[in-house]
T-cell receptor, first 114, second 114 residues
């Protein structure tokens, strides 16, 4: 099974709201990632977790706050977002090892900030 | 950093036609991934191919690492092949030996007409 799941599929939030995106994998992967994708652009890396510890933050604004409660789950907490944060948010996981191994993506959460 | 370029940027085919998509990368890579992003945003893994040739049904991929390019072949195209095809170089992340970063090309948008 090479499935990564994400909830919700769609999310509309106001600039003063707090919401969370969830990602889950049961492949035993030890590396998990958050990517952001704007329309007609490739995905851009935001955060990387290795063995449940944050290892990379690609200079992401603090209104995005990642969390890895256990080896299967990854959350992205959102607060005081701006309309330009509207995008497709993708979660991925990989088994680990040199350069992390093959990455598998979830279906994404399409976020609209009003 | 490494640059990944894809060509052509757009491609329109009649159903049943064959096509070749190209991915050039500017430096040595640990590995290379090919993805198909469907109209709903899901990134589907096609190939994980550091070198050589792999085949999966109507699709095949060849990576020539010494010459820094990879090719994706689609034979007997179908309307369900429509979408965006991304290649991504897999690079290790500094400070994190267990994870990697995907450096995406800009994608090839394929439309297959019935």
């Amino acid at each position: 099974d090479t499935e990564v799941t994400q909830t919700p599929k769609h999310l509309v939030m106001g600039m003063t709201n707090k919401k969370s995106l969830k990602c889950e994998q049961h492949m035993g992967h030890r590396a998990m990632y958050w990517y952001k994708q704007k329309a007609k652009k490739p995905p851009e890396l935001m955060f990387v977790y290795s063995y449940e510890k944050l290892s990379i933050n690609e200079s992401v604004p603090s209104r995005f706050s990642p969390e890895c409660p256990n080896s299967s789950l990854l959350n992205l907490h959102l607060h005081a977002l701006q309309p330009e944060d509207s995008a497709l948010y993708l979660c991925a996981s990989s088994p680990g090892g040199p350069a992390g191994g093959e990455q598998y993506f979830g279906p994404g959460t399409r976020l609209t900030v009003t | 950093g490494i640059q990944v370029e894809q060509s052509p940027p757009d491609l329109i085919l009649q159903e049943g036609a064959n096509s070749t998509l190209r991915c050039n990368f500017s430096d040595s890579v640990n590995n290379l991934q090919w993805f198909h992003q469907n109209p709903w945003g899901q990134l589907i893994n096609l190939f994980y191919i550091p070198s050589g040739t792999k085949q999966n049904g109507r699709l095949s991929a060849t990576t020539v690492a010494t010459e820094r390019y990879s090719l994706l072949y689609i034979s007997s195209s179908q309307t369900t092949d429509s979408g965006v095809y991304f290649c991504a170089a897999v690079m290790p992340l500094s400070g994190s030996s267990n994870t990697g970063k995907l450096i995406f090309g800009q994608g090839t948008t394929l439309q297959v007409k019935p």
